[in-house]
């Protein structure tokens, strides 16, 4: 079992819809877990970062965590073309700060 | 404007060079980390630092090597021993050993033929 894993996609919806991005893992020494954007050929840019279970929200953006099912959301509401993009998540493990990246999910939003 | 560049954008080499691939900060950040992705995976790392003159390895470390001279610079090395070198290679730095705020370079996109 992969340590970090998201449904690829692609996720196609319309401008306006509510995206939700699904990401589970299987360490549960997991304590924080972050979100990146990737746009096509660039780096990833950080979303958010939440510390253990529960909801953050970032204007349009909110992040939940559920540690007991080690399930992890995005949600983006009010979706916009500048959406379109790969979303990493992207748990922090507890040895030496290293991150366990998701292949990612791409999405599409449609004007 | 504070950031991360990577130089160059697309670089191309003959299979058996080794080729280094620049990494640069001037956010005043200790940690610097190199990281490889290819289609379909998550980000893999290849080698990070927390301090100047000090790194270590990360899972994909075999036919890599780099150096921390400076605090503003990690540059990369790929040796004709990696088997697989083509790949999208990205650079990050975080504050501190915070991992969870890594911002990213824009990558260099490596072809080996």
């Known amino acids: 079992q992969k340590e970090v894993e998201q449904d690829p996609g692609p996720l196609s919806v319309p401008e306006g819809a509510i995206v939700s991005l699904n990401c589970t893992y299987s360490?549960?020494?997991?304590?924080?877990f972050m979100w990146y954007r990737q746009y096509s050929r660039k780096g990833p840019e950080l979303l958010m970062y939440?510390?253990?279970?529960g909801n953050k929200e970032d204007g349009r953006f909110t992040a939940q965590v559920d540690k007991s099912s080690k399930y992890i959301s995005l949600f983006i509401r009010d979706s916009q073309p500048s959406d379109s993009a790969t979303y990493l998540c992207a748990p922090l493990g507890t040895s030496y700060d290293k991150v366990i990246f998701g292949p990612g999910t791409s999405l599409s939003v449609i004007p | 404007d504070g950031g991360i560049t990577q130089s160059p954008k697309y670089l191309f080499r003959k299979e058996g060079q080794n080729v280094t691939l620049s990494c640069e900060q001037n956010l005043n950040h200790d940690a610097m980390y190199w990281y490889r992705q290819d289609p379909g995976q998550g980000l893999r790392l290849i080698y990070y630092s927390q301090i100047v003159n000090d790194f270590q390895k990360g899972d994909i470390a075999e036919g890599y090597s780099v150096s921390r001279e400076k605090k503003e610079s990690f540059p990369l090395t790929v040796t004709s021993a990696q088997k697989n070198p083509t790949a999208f290679y990205l650079c990050?730095?975080?504050?501190?050993?915070?991992?969870?705020?890594?911002?990213f370079g824009p990558g260099t996109r490596l072809t080996v033929t």
């Open positions: 939440t510390y253990s279970s």
């Open positions: 990050a730095s975080s504050p501190g050993g915070r991992g969870r705020e890594q911002y």
């Open positions: 360490n549960s020494a997991f304590q924080y």
